[in-house]
């Protein structure tokens, strides 16, 4: 339930985005602790129990790939915060828009898990 109201919340904030208030970044980042909490009380054991033998080795990589999806989200509220594009090193810069990248590779990786998870509980 936490996960859902968490991802729900990070799904506004990333529309009020284009808003440019500054209190939207301070949303997205509570919907992506309250998502994160959510996911990891969640625990791998109660998926791993429903899937069958012979797809256990391709629920734990899905689920692995959920976790690095997380890593990406939280990065992306990292991100949010920036106001004023600056210059990190040599040819690496970071924009005030920079936090769309690791957010839509988020999206993919959680679009991509949930229809395949449930495939292979069956």
């Not at 909490?37 to 689920?63: K, Y």
């Not at 600056?86 to 957010?103: D, E, M, N, R, T």
Request: proline share 3%.
């Amino acid at each position: 339930m936490l996960e859902v109201v968490g991802e729900s919340i990070v799904v506004v904030a990333a529309a009020l985005w284009v808003t440019h208030d500054e209190m939207v970044a301070y949303v997205f980042a509570a919907g992506t602790v309250l998502f994160a909490i959510g996911r990891l009380a969640q625990g791998w054991d109660a998926v791993l129990s429903e899937t069958p033998q012979q797809a256990r080795l391709n629920m734990r990589r899905l689920l692995r790939q959920r976790n690095i999806g997380m890593i990406l989200l939280m990065a992306a509220a990292a991100l949010m915060f920036v106001r004023h594009s600056f210059c990190l090193a040599q040819g690496v810069y970071i924009f005030p828009s920079s936090w769309i990248v690791p957010f839509t590779c988020f999206v993919v990786i959680e679009v991509y898990t949930a229809f395949r998870m449930p495939y292979l509980m069956k």
